[in-house]
């Protein structure tokens, strides 16, 4: 089954850091481009962060430029977001998503669950 | 960037019914625009890809179409599970990736 499995959210203070982790299987991790869309408390999608299949191309939001990055271990299939200085408007469910290549449709084929993010003092 | 508004923000429709959301992006996207249903409390699903293909496992009640600057998704007849909330989402001119505000689709 292919799946995605996100983990590390929690409370954090603002200023303060988190990683989180998605574990993929089912699927071949290192043939696709990784990204972290978010979805702040009743509010709509949010494109976060993306990191091309090799780990050679990342791209992210302006609102996070130079505070998050994004990582992967093809090894391990695992996709990494590593969260610094963090703000209050950065409280969301975080959710990794599979982006497959243009012959394959190159829309956001798989999520996973999501893990909530929280920054509060 | 590229804005995409949806509207109606609220469609409001019987079971059986068709409904009919739209999306339209601020410059052209080709058809490279793609659709999501979102139930409460679980992640996006993917359900059209390239404007007007299904997903697998989508259902055929499920259809896209457009392209360019204006798109439809159709919802030829509702069924309990598919009231929920539906994004599009343009990935023809990144970064970034842009999302519609989303249309929610409520039992009248």
């Known amino acids: 089954e292919v799946q995605l499995v996100e983990s590390g959210g929690g409370l954090v203070q603002p200023g303060g850091s988190l990683r989180l982790s998605c574990a993929a299987s089912?699927?071949?991790?290192?043939?696709?481009?990784m990204i972290w869309v978010r979805q702040a408390p009743g509010k709509g999608l949010e494109w976060v962060a993306n990191?091309?299949?090799?780990?050679?191309?990342?791209y992210y939001v302006d609102s996070v430029k130079g505070r998050f990055t994004i990582s992967r271990d093809n090894a391990k299939n695992s996709l990494y977001l590593q969260m610094n200085s963090l703000r209050a408007e950065d409280t969301a469910v975080y959710y990794c998503a599979r982006d497959p290549p243009p012959e394959l449709g190159d829309a956001f084929d798989i999520w996973g669950q999501g893990t909530m993010v929280t920054v509060s003092s | 960037e590229i804005v995409m508004t949806q509207s109606p923000a609220t469609l409001s429709v019987s079971p059986g019914e068709r409904a009919t959301l739209s999306c339209r992006a601020s410059?052209?996207?080709?058809?490279?625009l793609a659709w999501y249903q979102q139930k409460p409390g679980q992640a996006p699903r993917l359900l059209i890809y390239?404007?007007?293909t299904r997903a697998t496992g989508i259902p055929a009640r499920f259809s896209g179409s457009g392209s360019g600057t204006e798109f439809t998704l159709t919802i030829s007849s509702l069924q309990s599970e598919d009231f929920a909330v539906y994004y599009c989402h343009q990935y023809n001119n990144w970064p970034p990736w842009t999302f519609g505000q989303g249309t929610k689709v409520e039992i009248k």
């Open positions: 089912g699927f071949t991790f290192s043939s696709y481009y």
């Open positions: 410059q052209s996207v080709s058809s490279n």
């Open positions: 390239g404007a007007s």
């Open positions: 990191i091309k299949e090799d780990g050679s191309e990342k």
